[in-house]
């Protein structure tokens, strides 16, 4: 029985890495949370339109981790990667709960094609 489903965005620009950063990340996640999927990848354009194009996917899970521990995680990912928090031309890794339960966290990425796009995929098999 699924607790709470959860949706992460999950997005980088690092020419020549993305799309295996996008992996590495979906493999992390899948290690981390219960009945997870994750849609195809695909490319996006820089919404600031600075940087390279994203390779973009999205993740699904269920979980019983407060929606703040989730985040916490996340954040720590994006970090041990090194990730540099402000810096949008060059992301290494953005992981965002986008969707927790019924709520939804983020209404600007929720609505955003980089998420939409992966969100509807998974939507169609569930």
């Given at each position: ?13 690092i020419?020549?890495?993305?799309e ?18 994750a ?6 354009a ?16 269920c ?9 916490a ?11 540099i ?10 992981l ?10 983020r ?20």
């Amino acid at each position: 029985m699924c607790a709470v489903e959860i949706y992460i965005s999950v997005g980088s620009n690092i020419a020549g890495e993305a799309e295996r950063r996008v992996e590495d990340a979906l493999r992390f996640l899948s290690d981390s949370f219960d009945d997870a999927a994750a849609s195809e990848g695909y490319r996006t354009a820089p919404l600031s339109g600075v940087g390279e194009m994203y390779a973009n996917a999205v993740f699904r899970a269920c979980t019983d981790i407060p929606s703040e521990e989730v985040t916490a995680m996340l954040k720590k990912y994006e970090r041990d990667c090194g990730r540099i928090k402000g810096d949008k031309q060059h992301v290494v890794i953005d992981l965002d709960l986008v969707v927790y339960g019924a709520e939804v966290l983020r209404p600007k990425d929720g609505s955003a094609d980089f998420f939409l796009r992966g969100y509807n995929q998974l939507l169609n098999r569930f």
